[in-house]
């Protein structure tokens, strides 16, 4: 397979996987192309290369940087702004992470805690103790996920590897 051919088999497979990390496509097909490119690229180049319009790929520009996936660089005596992604896939993998705590995790850990401190009125003893049962359950549950997740995000790659090896054994 010659280089171009992967490449693009890549850049596929990344969107696939980054849509279902609750990243759209374009967006997941713009950071595997970074991902892969020895040089930074323009818009333009990104625009040529996946075959998109301006306004998309400005937009999935700008949430990549917003992720801090990708960084701006210009080049003396060019005009033109460049992209590129870090190539530390572990990094890239804590800030996907974080991102994602961010804007999945944190919000329903914020709705259970205020289910679990309102006074619950309106139905039978047992329903009201049922539902504030399983609130509790899903916070506990949450809240294990988050540390674990906090964990991850702030380790390095040794830990990590250490960990998931005693968990594994």
Known sequence: MDLEEAKK?????WGTLGSQWGINRTMS????????????LSTEGIMQDLNI????ANMNLRALMDWGLISKE???GDRKEYFAAGKD?????????AERRKREIEPVLQVLDQLKKESITGGNKEDIMAFQATIQGLDDFTGKANDIVGKFIKS??????????????
Not at 9 to 13: G, V, Y
Not at 53 to 56: D, E, F, T
């Open 156 to 169: 390095d790659s040794n830990w990590f590897y250490k960990t998931l090896m005693k968990l594994l054994h």
């Open 29 to 40: 097909q713009i950071h595997a192309l970074l991902l892969v490119s020895a040089q930074p």
């Open 9 to 13: 088999k890549f850049i596929h497979s």
């Open 53 to 56: 319009s301006r306004g998309n």
């Open 74 to 76: 210009h080049k003396p």
């Open 89 to 97: 896939i572990w990094e890239t993998a804590r800030k996907i992470t």
